[in-house]
């Protein structure tokens, strides 16, 4: 069974920066297009993005210019590197294959905890 970890996660202040990692314990990056999704306390879980096995990007219209999502399928991790970090940014940040989540059949892990304070 394919378990993703996700990891990087952290307090920074408004205008900072992280970088999240997300280690899968299968060979899955090679065939699947993944994505980040976060939730902060009473919302919804949203996309954050997303990159195909081509390494074709997309994000959300509210990270577009900040953040990079980039994948290094030799080492099994997909990353997302958040600059220019707002306090509205603050969420549990999780990663999984588009497909499962697009399917309804996401397992979802821990996530890591992004605080940025103002």
């Known amino acids: 069974q394919v378990q993703l970890v996700e990891s990087g996660g952290g307090l920074v202040q408004a205008g900072g920066s992280l970088r999240l990692s997300c280690v899968a314990t299968g060979n899955i990056l090679s065939i699947n297009a993944m994505g980040w999704y976060r939730q902060a306390p009473g919302k919804q879980r949203e996309l954050v993005a997303t990159?195909?096995?081509?390494?074709?990007?997309n994000y959300a219209s509210s990270v577009k210019g900040r953040f990079t999502i980039s994948r290094d399928s030799a080492k099994n991790t997909v990353y997302l590197w958040m600059n220019s970090l707002k306090t509205e940014d603050t969420a549990t940040y999780y990663c999984?294959?588009?497909?499962?989540?697009?399917?309804?059949?996401?397992?979802w892990g821990q996530g890591t905890q992004v605080t940025v304070s103002s």
């Open positions: 999984n294959t588009v497909r499962e989540v697009v399917s309804g059949i996401a397992i």
């Open positions: 990159i195909t096995v081509l390494g074709t990007t």
